[in-house]
């Protein structure tokens, strides 16, 4: 990814990552684990700053919290703490103690705490964001009721609050896109593994209301600033944009600011509908869904190879030499140590990456060079 990041760079110079969606801690059910330390590490690899907020813990939040001003404070500017709330358990106390330690916004996690976005315990707290003008996360994504009418109901009533729907907004994003114009202070961060998802919401919302996510640890900065550049570039924001998107318009919701007007959206004429990368795309596309549920895709990765042989001059073989190799780094990949889960197919990543440049062909690429035998 660093090798493609720096391409991408070179396309878009300035660009001055910020990783709108982190998470640091060790009780998280799921088995994920990630420290300060490991974050701030991963951060560093392309010179980003991120919002942290705590993983699950089943067991509450005001530790957690403490944990994550505490790492923040200690990351040299680089992690912007978030406060998580149990809008059971006493949300606004909490969130005023956390703001007056240095927090700096606010998560909520709908389908770990079980709750919709019009729970009583709530309103308090989104009526203090709007007075301080704060950033609240809210995951968005899979495994939830759809939430967006209740999203777009209070950005209606709470103008000052900047709220973020995670994960592109998926569980509303069918309908949800219409309503953005009209709710500038309505957000969607980019932390999904789908680039027809990520697509459709760079090219359908305006580009000063996305955000560029990780969702780290189950993602790296570094993949999630390479695949929202791609996608990004690909859908066609100009360059400008494409800063704003990656880094620069978090920067301003950190900072208290107003957000800056991008102008409107692109719309999805730039699209690729190159029909042999479609087939790359398909196969790939079945084998991450096979890898999600702990199948080892082998027949399937096949069929990717072979929708991979273009020939030598091909307009798709830039690309689909960057799939095999992932392909075959994939084979090379062990995952001991690599702190993943092992309900999933071992290098799940190598073939979301190989799925996101299937569908951004018109994107520079790092010029291809594979490894010698052995």
Not at 216 to 222: D, E, I, L, T
Request: net charge negative; charged share 25%.
């Amino acid at each position: 990814m660093l090798a493609w990041f720096e391409r991408l760079r070179e396309e878009v110079p300035g660009l001055e990552p910020f990783d709108a969606h982190t998470h640091i801690g060790f009780n998280d059910p799921d088995e994920f684990r990630c420290s300060g330390k490991e974050l701030v590490g991963a951060l560093e690899r392309i010179d980003a700053r991120a919002f942290v907020f705590p993983m699950h813990e089943p067991d509450g939040y005001s530790a957690a919290n403490d944990m994550v001003i505490a790492e923040a404070e200690a990351s040299d500017g680089r992690l912007f703490a978030f406060c998580r709330l149990d809008p059971h358990d006493d949300a606004l106390a909490e969130a005023e103690r956390a703001l007056d330690r240095g927090a700096r916004g606010i998560k909520l996690h709908p389908r770990a705490e079980q709750f919709t976005l019009d729970n009583p315990g709530l309103a308090a707290v989104f009526a203090m964001a709007d007075e301080r003008r704060l950033p609240v996360l809210v995951h968005a994504g899979r495994g939830i009721p759809a939430l967006g009418r209740h999203a777009v109901e209070v950005t209606g009533r709470h103008p000052g609050m900047r709220l973020i729907l995670a994960h592109a907004g998926i569980s509303d994003l069918a309908w949800i896109w219409r309503e953005a114009p009209d709710h500038p202070n309505l957000f969607f961060d980019t932390s999904w593994w789908s680039p027809a998802d990520v697509q459709a919401l760079l090219a359908l919302v305006p580009p000063g209301q996305i955000l560029m996510a990780s969702d780290a640890p189950y993602g790296s900065p570094a993949w999630a600033a390479v695949m929202a550049t791609r996608n990004a570039l690909q859908v066609g924001l100009d360059a400008e944009q494409v800063r704003a998107v990656i880094g620069g318009q978090a920067l301003r919701l950190a900072g208290g600011e107003d957000p800056a007007d991008l102008g409107p959206a692109p719309g999805h004429e730039r699209l690729s509908r190159d029909p042999l990368l479609e087939r790359v795309y398909s196969f790939l596309l079945s084998a991450i869904g096979q890898g999600f549920q702990g199948v080892e895709p082998t027949e399937t990765l096949a069929l990717v190879r072979l929708a991979c042989d273009v020939g030598d001059d091909a307009p798709q073989t830039e690309v689909c030499r960057w799939v095999e190799g992932l392909l075959d780094a994939r084979e090379r990949y062990s995952p001991e140590g690599d702190g993943r889960p092992r309900r999933f197919a071992p290098g799940l990543h190598f073939m979301v990456a190989a799925l996101g440049i299937a569908r951004t062909p018109d994107v520079p690429l790092p010029e291809f060079r594979g490894l010698p035998a052995g």
